[in-house]
């Protein structure tokens, strides 16, 4: 059974439309033609996600997104997505963008790490941003 659960750490945030959330991402991955086991979408402060990037990748800056691949098999998605809310309404700002979109974009953005997707390079960044787009657009299909 697919399963997205969302929780929170030192913050009270819960996203609106979770219903309409789970929906798009499974869709998304089944697109991609993998299987969705669980996704767990942990929101967060800056302040409790710099921690988790200090000690667990060794990085000491402020991040939006850190992506924990559970996986035991080719093909199945599971893992764990610690998004900061303040970093997401911080992008939204400068993005000009409404803050579910850039919502979507970050749980999407992780969920692309988990099907293999990487942005360590300008070239890998630019797939990336382009199938996040292109995951973006779905949601009006729904």
């Not at 998605?77 to 579910?100: H, M, T």
């Not at 390079?121 to 941003?129: F, N, V």
Request: aromatic share 10%.
């Amino acid at each position: 059974m697919a399963l997205i659960n969302f929780f929170s750490e030192e913050t009270d945030f819960v996203p609106s439309k979770k219903l309409f959330l789970r929906k798009w991402i499974k869709q998304c991955v089944t697109d991609e033609g993998a299987r969705l086991q669980e996704l767990n979408f942990i929101f967060c402060s800056d302040a409790y996600l710099l921690q988790m990037n200090q000690k667990y990748l060794r990085h000491d800056t402020l991040t939006d997104i850190i992506t924990f691949d559970n996986a035991e098999k080719e093909g199945v998605l599971a893992g764990d997505i610690f998004i900061s809310v303040e970093r997401v309404q911080e992008n939204a700002a400068q993005y000009q963008v409404a803050f579910f979109d850039e919502l979507c974009r970050i749980l999407i953005h992780g969920t692309l790490h988990l099907l293999g997707y990487t942005d360590k390079t300008k070239q890998d960044k630019l797939k990336m941003t382009a199938m996040e787009d292109r995951c973006l657009e779905k949601r009006s299909a729904l």
